[in-house]
C-alpha cells in the first residue's frame, strides 16, 4: 500500500519559524488524516538550500519505503513534494525531498566543520503531542566530516536529550549558532554511554546531490 508522507510545519510562540517540522505518512484515501490524529508514521525534519533551492532533511529510515509526501507550512499552506535521495546502511541514515513550493519553515545554514566533543548544542525534536521542543545537549563522540573509507566517522553522537521518542527521527541538531550539525538517526551505545546517533555533516552534505 503506498502511502503519502505529511509534513507539518510548526511555530511556536517564543520562535515564529523553529528550525523543525512533522513529517506523517498517511494513506492515500485519507489526506487530512494528520489533522484527526491517522497518521501511520511521524517523524521530524528541517530545511534547508542546496544550490539554491529548498531541501527537506529527515532520517533515511523515515521515507525508505515513501514516494511521495504532501507538506503544510505553518501557515497552513500546502504543496505536494518527493523524495528524491535516501540512504540507510551502516555509515548513512539520512533522506532528501524536495518540496514543489517552499514550505514556511526557516532554513537552517550548514556549519563548516563538526564541534569538538565537550561542545554544547541544540537538539530539536517533539513534545509527542506534536509539538515542537529544543533541548540543550553535549556533543559526546564525532569524526568531524567523515570518510567514506571509515564507515565510523559519518556519524555524530550527542548526550540523550530529554523527551525523546520515536517521532524525534529526523529532528536537526545546531551549533549555538543555530548552523546545521546533525540529523536524529537513533538512540544507541557509545561505549557504556547511551548516546543519540546523527548523521553527521559528511551525510548531510552527500545525500542531495
Known amino acids: 500500500m503506498r502511502f503519502l508522507l505529511l509534513l507539518s510545519l510548526l511555530a511556536t510562540a517564543a520562535i515564529s519559524q523553529p528550525p523543525i517540522g512533522l513529517l506523517y505518512g498517511l494513506a492515500p484515501d485519507d489526506p487530512t488524516g494528520w489533522r484527526s ?25 523515515v521515507v525508505a519505503d515513501v514516494p511521495s509526501l504532501m507538506v503544510v507550512g505553518a501557515d497552513g ?25 517552499a514550505p ?3 532554513a537552517l545554514p550548514l556549519a ?11 537538539w530539536w525534536g517533539t513534545d509527542g503531542r506534536g509539538r515542537p521542543i529544543s533541548r540543550q545537549v553535549m556533543v559526546r563522540a564525532t569524526g568531524d566530516l567523515g570518510d567514506p573509507a571509515d564507515p565510523g566517522l559519518g ?9 525523546i521518542d520515536a517521532g524525534c527521527s529526523g529532528g536537526p ?37
Not at 490524529?37 to 529510515?61: D, F, K
Open 37 to 61: 490524529g491517522t497518521a501511520t508514521r511521524e517523524a521530524s525534519c528541517c530545511l534547508v538550500e542546496w544550490r539554491g533551492e529548498p531541501v527537506v532533511l529527515t532520517a533515511g529510515h
Open 77 to 101: 499552506r500546502e504543496t505536494i513534494g518527493a523524495v528524491t535521495r535516501y540512504a540507510r546502511d551502516d555509515r548513512h541514515d539520512i533522506g532528501a525531498l524536495r518540496p514543489a513550493a
Open 104 to 106: 514556511y519553515l526557516r
Open 112 to 122: 563548516q566543520r563538526m564541534p569538538p566533543v565537550g561542545t554544547a548544542c541544540w
Open 155 to 163: 556519524w555524530l553522537g550527542i548526550s540523550v536529550p530529554q523527551g
Open 173 to 209: 541538531v545546531v551549533t549555538g549558532a543555530g548552523e546545521l550539525i546533525g540529523i536524529t538517526s537513533n538512540a544507541g551505545w557509545y561505549g557504556k554511554e547511551r548516546v543519540v546517533w546523527c548523521a553527521s555533516l559528511w551525510q548531510i552534505r552527500e545525500v542531495p546531490r
